[in-house]
């Protein structure tokens, strides 16, 4: 596996991923291609064989991060694809400057808090029914 910066042409197999994981929640492509049109926005593809199995994107502003998505193919999970994005999403953020990274998370998303746990990330507090469907969602910080 091999991390990358995104590419353009990268958008289109983005979106779909995107799709998978994430279902009526998930960016849609124009979102996508505005985020990729940002100077603050920093996206991370991990490939195999060619194919992009995950991807991550970070908003740096100043001293503080914010982390948009991580997400990894079906296939892949529970291998450290998602983790390794993670490092890598959290390296160029300080490389820009940031010195806090901020990310939200289902309260159910029982693997992916576990990843930021294992990462350094703190739970920060809570914003109740955040999601559509009534859902909480954990603010998780780390200080770089």
Known sequence: ???RQ???EDILRISELEKECFG???WSYMMLVSSFETDTFIGVAAEDGGEIVGYGGITVAYDSADIANVAVTEAFRRSGVG???LEELLARAKAK???KVFLEVRVSNT???LTYLKHGFTGAYTRARYYPDG???LVMAKEL
Request: proline fraction near 5%; glycine fraction near 10%.
């Open 1 to 3: 596996m091999t991390l």
């Open 6 to 8: 995104w590419k353009y």
């Open 24 to 26: 009526k929640e998930a």
């Open 83 to 85: 983790g390794a994005i």
């Open 97 to 99: 400057g940031a010195a």
């Open 111 to 113: 693997p992916a808090l």
């Open 135 to 137: 859902e909480d969602c």
